[in-house]
């Protein structure tokens, strides 16, 4: 389940700095663009680390 939570991840960072590095010389909205992108991975650590202690709490769980 990790690894595939992982694996999302680096897609969506490939799909957020690509067109960041093809549009940067266009548009002047990369400092936005670039907040938006810190967000999103702020939420994407916050629901891994969820994630991670719902396992290991089913896994105590089960083990007692």
Do not use: D, W
Not at 25 to 47: A, S, Y
């Amino acid at each position: 389940m990790t690894y595939i939570m992982s694996y999302f991840f680096k897609i969506g960072v490939l799909l957020f700095t690509f067109p960041a590095l093809l549009f940067k010389n266009r548009t002047g909205n990369e400092l936005l663009f670039f907040f938006f992108f810190f967000t999103l991975k702020h939420c994407f650590n916050f629901i891994y680390s969820l994630s991670l202690n719902n396992t290991f709490f089913y896994v105590q769980i089960n083990k007692s």
